[in-house]
């Protein structure tokens, strides 16, 4: 197997059931094709495993991160071509990019595992490292979802929603405008902000007007859920962003206090917003880039057994990405995740030129490990970056997730194929041929183990299907190879 610059590594999970009792993970690399067959291999692990439960005990031991770092590593080991892979994918050089992504089709099972923290044998958290940004996948189930596109000559739209009852946003809205100040100049920008807080009204409206072509709209959180939704999908906003409280409990969900809330100076919001609800906030053609859950437990799954809030806008909305965050958070740290990302994602758009960008020419990888790098030198004494990463977690908090479709990250090649769309040498095989080939893999994902027999037939098919290589001896159907 050869990774080159460009390919990406994609480990699918899958739950294995014994009964109705979920067994273990099936673990199949789909990404890169170079290998004859990769067949799902069982992993077995205790969610109860020391090096996951010290990641959450508090206060958290010296060197937990590492730890969880190396036992994932270890556990994508126990697939012998996803261990090759990630090899491989290790020896990148500086200058190039070699994705990796979990494809959790687990119903939610793999996602308690915090994959960001994910460390090579050599003590590299991949999240820190330019070569190889570690992300979430999902595949969506609303057909036709599509992000917003950016019309000829026109801003790019942001709505924020900044409401956290007992919290004042005035730093957050601080760190985002200066954001944009320091970094947005020359993009043409319209800004909705939403709030309940009459305190954030007063501070902005005394600052306008903006200059540099940012222009601002504030209005109050309405009362009521069915008031909300048309304001947000009127504006059609290409970023959606949320400072608020959330919960992972009884549902994931946040939480946007109104102007009555505040004024009753009371301690919670009434104003509480599912998935459904947030995903009612654009048409399926009309998707927002990137959504931003700055708010405790957006990306962690429910106690209930439910996905996550961002895991769900993808998989149930289409949305193409969502950034949230594992676990509770102070303010301030979402404050610095505000101004870290927005300044990082508008200087990489106005490098670019924000006429030239279509949204699946945005990179939020690096973006996102510029942040990570911040929150780590925020929270951690002066010591090396590996010693200093394997002791605070503050950095692995935030989560991207993909839509399994987005072509994200940095234009041709960036998703394993060249510049006109066929298929690179390592990149990921035609359509058809990726569903004939998922097709028979999924018969050996089953909930009960299929015969040694029939398991050998299949693997045997999936043999003859990549070795006849349909896309070489077909050009004019597959498209030629370059």
């Not at 398991?455 to 290589?469: G, K, P």
Request: hydrophobic residues 40%; proline residues 7%.
């Amino acid at each position: 197997m050869r990774i080159t610059n460009g390919a990406r590594v994609v480990v699918r999970l899958d739950t294995c059931f014994q009964g109705r009792e979920p067994r273990g993970l099936l673990l199949t690399l789909e990404e890169p094709y170079g290998v004859t067959t990769c067949p799902p291999h069982l992993v077995v692990y205790d969610h109860t495993d020391p090096a996951l439960r010290a990641l959450e005990e508090e206060p958290m031991e010296e060197g937990a991160v590492g730890e969880a770092g190396d036992f994932l590593h270890h556990l994508l080991g126990q697939n012998p071509h996803a261990a090759k892979a990630l090899d491989h994918a290790l020896l990148a050089d500086e200058g190039q990019r070699v994705p990796v992504f979990v494809h959790d089709c687990s119903h939610g099972w793999g996602e308690h595992l915090p994959w960001e923290v994910l460390r090579s044998p050599e003590g590299i958290f991949l999240n820190l490292a330019e070569q190889w940004p570690v992300n979430r996948m999902v595949s969506s189930v609303r057909i036709g979802a599509r992000p917003r596109a950016l019309e000829s000559g026109g801003p790019l739209r942001i709505v924020a929603v900044l409401s956290c009852v007992g919290i004042s946003a005035v730093h957050e809205w601080n760190a985002l405008i200066e954001a944009v100040g320091t970094e947005g100049k020359a993009i043409d920008l319209d800004l909705l902000v939403l709030t309940g807080e009459r305190g954030l009204r007063d501070t902005i409206r005394a600052g306008m007007p903006f200059t540099g072509g940012v222009n601002v709209v504030v209005d109050s959180i309405p009362q009521y859920r069915e008031e909300l939704l048309p304001l947000v999908k009127d504006f059609g906003p290409h970023i959606l962003h949320f400072f608020c409280h959330g919960s992972a409990h009884q549902g994931p969900h946040i939480e946007l206090a109104t102007a009555s809330d505040w004024d009753g100076l009371g301690t919670r919001s009434s104003l509480h917003l599912e998935a459904e609800n947030i995903i009612e906030m654009t048409t399926v053609d009309s998707r927002p880039w990137l959504t931003v859950l700055n708010c405790c437990s957006g990306a962690a799954p429910a106690q209930e057994g439910y996905g996550s809030l961002a895991r769900r806008l993808v998989t149930a909305g289409g949305f193409p990405a969502v950034v949230g965050r594992r676990e509770p958070i102070a303010a301030e740290e979402a404050q610095e995740l505000t101004k870290s990302l927005y300044r990082e994602l508008f200087a990489a758009l106005r490098e670019r030129g924000l006429r030239r960008t279509r949204p699946e020419d945005v990179d939020w990888f690096e973006p996102l490990r510029r942040t990570r790098k911040l929150l780590l030198r925020a929270h951690s004494v002066s010591r090396t970056e590996p010693v200093a990463a394997a002791a605070s977690r503050e950095w692995a908090r935030p989560v991207l997730y993909l839509a399994r479709d987005t072509r994200y990250g940095g234009g041709g090649g960036g998703n394993g194929t060249t510049g006109n769309g066929h298929p690179s040498p390592d990149g990921p095989l035609p359509d058809d041929v990726r569903i004939e080939l998922d097709i028979l893999w999924g018969l050996l994902r089953a909930p009960h183990q299929p015969p040694a027999r029939f398991c050998r037939a299949i693997e045997a098919e999936a043999d003859s299907l990549l070795d006849r290589r349909p896309w070489e001896s077909n050009p004019e159907e597959h498209g030629e190879r370059v």
